[in-house]
């Protein structure tokens, strides 16, 4: 269940382009492969605020068992119940049913102004039967990224399949062609 490679260099680039005292927030720790991804990115700052959140107590725990940075706070929880006290966040992978395919608007609250959200395992899996049975679920994810005027959305053909969304500041959203 971890992120594949691509899923994970892309996160680290991510997040080394976050801004000063920025937030970040993954829904779904697993056992926190992507977490260390992020982790990486991120380097030797510790300006930037990460939480990552996973409700399957046996995954959190063998995630919290590395020897994250102080700036790493690992919730244990239900994503769709923590996510409306988390705060906003410049950088979020949903890589959790709760807050992706449930709750995708949770998640897109979430998300400040200028922020981005990534979403992989968009691509169809046809030999994978979880990924089959929640396929109807993740294209309505698609279509619920790709139709939001609030959002500018990329597919992008990497990896599992990914969608990267920047949320417009209003500035930009407003702001006529040149
Ligand atoms: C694909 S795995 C996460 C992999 C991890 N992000 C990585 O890159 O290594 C999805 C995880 O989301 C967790 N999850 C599913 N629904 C959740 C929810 N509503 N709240 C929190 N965690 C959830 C599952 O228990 C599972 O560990």
Known sequence: ??????????????AAAIPPGGRILELGTGVGLGLAWIVAGLDERADVAVHSVEMDTAAAGVSATADWPAWVTLHVGDALQLLPTLG????????AQGGKTEGLDLTLA???PGGQLLVDDMFEQPDNPVHRAVWPAIQA???????????MVAELDYGTGMVLCT????ALGTRPPA
């Open 1 to 14: 269940m971890s992120c594949d490679p691509h899923a994970g260099r892309l996160l680290s680039v991510l």
């Open 141 to 151: 994810v698609r279509q619920r990224l790709l139709g939001d005027p609030s959002l």
């Open 88 to 95: 906003q966040f410049d950088l979020i992978f949903a890589d």
């Open 110 to 112: 979430a998300l400040a």
């Open 167 to 170: 949320r417009r500041s209003s």
